[in-house]
Nanobody, 125 residues
């Protein structure tokens, strides 16, 4: 079972930046779509961004477009989510997830079969 692990969360003021990382021992992202999700207290888990392996396309939810950037390093088996211009409403637990390689990555959490434990991101003044 592939176990992913996120890191890089923390407390940041509005307008600040964080870079989240996702890795797993022996993980190579060559064969998987990668998704970043978040879950705020009392809300459902939502897709933030994802990367489609088969055509290298990316997806962002409207609220993070122009502020967040998804990337990866296949050689290191790493995936990243660079978050700039953070807002209070970006607060939540952020998860990375791996799913089967597709041409258009899925926004449904159920489409992903491996998850990390999550990293807390708190945006507050």
């Amino acid at each position: 079972q592939l176990q992913l692990a996120e890191s890089g969360g923390g407390l940041v003021q509005p307008g600040g930046s964080l870079r989240l990382s996702c890795t797993a021992p022996g993980f190579t992202s060559d064969y998987f779509d990668i998704g970043w999700f978040r879950q705020a207290p009392g809300k459902e888990r939502e897709m933030v961004s994802c990367f489609s392996r088969l055509n290298s396309s990316v997806y962002y939810i409207d609220s993070v477009k122009g502020r967040f950037h998804i990337s990866g390093d296949n050689a290191k088996g790493m995936a990243y989510l660079q978050m700039n211009g953070l807002k209070v409403e970006d607060t939540g637990v952020y998860y990375c997830a791996a799913g089967p390689a597709t041409y258009y990555c899925q926004v449904r959490p159920a489409a992903y079969f491996n998850w990390g434990q999550g990293t807390q991101v708190t945006v507050s003044s």
